[in-house]
Nanobody
Framework: QVQLVESGGGFVQPGGSLRVSCAAS????????MSWYRQVSGKEREFVAS????????NYADSVRGRFTISRDNAKSTVYLQMNSLKPEDTAVYYC?????????WGRGTPVTVSS
């Protein structure tokens, strides 16, 4: 049974930091590209960051580049998103995504709220 379980979301003040994690199971994690997306209620889900299977190739949305860092630990089947210098506009539910060829899986999301 495939599972992607996000954790680490919460409430943080502007300028603060947070790290969200996504633990994977039920598939060969090391062969899947991993990504983070986010969604605000009433808006479309948007791409945040992605990382290749080896953890070397990364890509970021312009809105988070330089503030967020994606990483993965294939031994632990886990992908991370370190978020620094958080802004109120980063408030969203953050979703983990796994993709390999025509296979694609989503987690249920973890909420992040940035507010003073």
């Amino acid at each position: 049974q495939v599972q992607l379980v996000e954790s680490g979301g919460g409430f943080v003040q502007p300028g603060g930091s947070l790290r969200v994690s996504c633990a994977a199971s039920g598939f060969t994690f090391s062969t899947y590209g991993m990504s983070w997306y986010r969604q605000v209620s009433g808006k479309e889900r948007e791409f945040v960051a992605s990382i290749g299977t080896g953890g070397i190739t990364t890509n970021y949305a312009d809105s988070v580049r330089g503030r967020f860092t994606i990483s993965r630990d294939n031994a632990k089947s886990t992908v991370y998103l370190q978020m620094n210098s958080l802004k109120p506009e980063d408030t969203a539910v953050y979703y983990c995504n796994a993709r390999y060829r025509w296979y694609e899986y989503w987690g249920r999301g973890t909420p992040v709220t940035v507010s003073s």
